[in-house]
């Protein structure tokens, strides 16, 4: 009996830990990003407003849904500037020859944070249980939650 | 005028609904009260013993006539009053989908957590968007088109007309109308995310001139900045980070992941119903909105003090 409720209280106890959805973020946070950048790789919300941002503001029209098009693919393991946050971070802030334009005050910091998170989860680089399951359009690939690190 | 009131109807639909409602919760009253004094009476005419008492058996011996009598009548008033009130629904149904042809078209898109308004037109040029604010005209039957941008909502407003979902990648259609100028408040009913509670939608039921009038106004472009401040306020929201997700009409913003703020200072609330539309809760909304609706797909927006007034002074003079 004593076991059992034991065991009881301990399944109780996995049922505790539930995700944080920081929305407020400080801004000694996204200036020096490297925990929060860690933070987002493991979190789901982050990730998807990663992906929820990277339709929104038309990165597919030229890396497509990761698969590349104008611009290079982001799911494959080339990357022509480094796939580190801080190297992706900065293609994004402050754009790349041939093309990438400069985000640098169009966004904020923390959904470029975001973006980068995203981005690091289309090789695989996040966390799977964290990683988007689904597409909100038809997409015939596997999802960024089965993707295997790519380097 | 008490609003989101299903008791309080300003329009033929919603009548049709109060109806059905005070119907049913009168048939269903009597039939309770009806059920509940039965059960007293058998209570208290039941006989009484003590445990030394013989078990009553007699009803074996002589079958109890009166009580399968009873018993008959009331299972056949149940179902004569079920059938009654299934009728009643159907016929409900039927009259609220003959309100006429609509006079008007809107186009109702739902977000996480704002109503995106597009008022339809024959001829393109007069199409127009707003937010969170739906105007109207009194007396006139209105076709509302629901959308839904990502996750499934629903569309509310007690006062005139019954729920329906706006699922994504659907298209659903509602009739309704307001007999009585007035504000109806609506609200999301289908929880679509952390901020549901927090997307009302207010429906404003002017007189068909006063409506003419206002829609006439929205279709103009944003009114020009006055002056030095609302100039640097407007390039401050054109070439920062406004223009990635909302649209003024007139200038090069034209995204469409917010709402539309071309006449955004004569609308009364902010953030879908969340706060009043004031330059203190807009100064917070832009600075910080989610300690105002935690979790909005708007960012916060560090900005320097004086960049903050001169954006401020010219939302402020968007009317």
């Known amino acids: 009996m004593r076991g059992a409720l034991l065991l009881l209280a301990l399944v109780a106890l996995a049922g505790c830990e539930r995700e944080q959805r920081q929305f407020q973020i400080p801004a000694t946070q996204t200036q020096f990003a490297k925990p929060l950048h860690a933070a987002n790789e493991r979190n789901a919300f982050a990730?998807?407003?990663?992906?929820?941002?990277?339709?929104?503001?038309?990165?597919?029209?030229?890396?497509?849904?990761?698969?590349?098009?104008?611009?290079?693919?982001?799911?494959?393991?080339?990357?022509?500037?480094g796939n580190n946050a801080e190297q992706i971070y900065a293609s994004i802030m402050e754009g790349r020859p041939n093309g990438m334009p400069a985000f640098r005050g169009r966004l904020n910091e923390d959904q470029a944070w975001q973006l980068v998170a995203y981005v690091r989860s289309m090789s695989g680089w996040a966390r799977k249980d964290a990683a988007p399951g689904r597409n909100d359009s038809l997409y015939p690939g596997e999802p960024e939650s089965m993707r295997d690190k790519r380097n | 005028m008490r609003t989101q009131d299903i008791l309080a109807s300003a329009g033929p639909q919603a009548q049709h609904i109060e109806a059905l409602w005070w119907l049913m919760l009168v048939i269903c009253a009597v039939v309770f009260i009806a059920v509940l004094t039965g059960v007293a009476l058998a209570l208290i005419r039941s006989p009484r013993g003590d445990p030394a008492t013989p078990p009553d058996l007699s009803s074996l011996a002589r079958p109890e006539r009166s009580a399968a009598i009873v018993v008959v009548a009331a299972v056949a008033v149940c179902a004569a009053l079920l059938i009654f009130l299934t009728i009643a629904s159907f016929l409900?149904?039927?009259?609220?989908?003959?309100l006429g042809p609509p006079a008007l078209e809107v186009e109702l898109t739902a977000h996480r957590w704002w109503w995106e308004v597009r008022y339809q037109d024959a001829d393109p040029s007069r199409i127009f968007a707003t937010a969170n604010e739906m105007h109207i005209p009194v007396g006139k039957p209105v076709l509302v088109k629901l959308k839904a941008d990502d996750v499934i909502h629903s569309f509310w407003v007690p006062n005139l007309a019954g729920k329906k979902d706006l699922i994504p990648g659907r298209d659903a259609t509602l009739t309704l109308q307001a007999d009585k100028p007035g504000n109806y408040r609506g609200q999301c009913a289908e929880f679509c995310g952390v901020q549901h509670a927090k997307m009302a939608l207010l429906v404003i039921a002017d007189p068909p001139e006063?409506?003419?009038?206002?829609?006439?106004?929205?279709?103009?472009?944003?009114?020009?900045?006055?002056?030095?401040?609302?100039?640097?306020?407007r390039d401050i929201f054109v070439n920062g980070r406004c223009a990635m997700c909302h649209a003024i009409q007139g200038t090069s913003a034209n995204a469409k992941k917010a709402p539309d703020l071309t006449h955004?200072?004569?609308?009364?609330?902010?953030?879908?119903?969340?706060?009043?539309?004031?330059?203190?809760?807009?100064?917070?909304?832009?600075?910080?909105?989610?300690?105002?609706?935690?979790?909005?797909?708007?960012?916060?927006?560090?900005?320097?003090?004086?960049?903050?007034?001169?954006?401020?002074?010219?939302?402020?003079?968007?009317?």
């Open chain 1, 47 to 81: 990730l998807s407003q990663g992906k929820t941002l990277f339709q929104w503001f038309n990165c597919t029209g030229c890396h497509a849904n990761g698969g590349g098009g104008i611009g290079p693919a982001l799911m494959d393991d080339q990357w022509r500037y």
């Open chain 2, 92 to 98: 409900t149904d039927r009259r609220l989908a003959s």
């Open chain 2, 210 to 233: 006063q409506y003419e009038a206002w829609a006439a106004a929205e279709r103009k472009p944003a009114l020009e900045p006055a002056g030095n401040e609302q100039e640097r306020g």
């Open chain 2, 264 to 319: 955004f200072a004569s609308r009364e609330t902010l953030a879908a119903g969340a706060v009043p539309n004031t330059i203190g809760h807009l100064a917070g909304w832009i600075l910080d909105p989610h300690s105002i609706k935690p979790g909005v797909n708007m960012p916060a927006n560090p900005l320097d003090p004086d960049d903050l007034h001169a954006l401020l002074a010219y939302l402020g003079g968007l009317r």
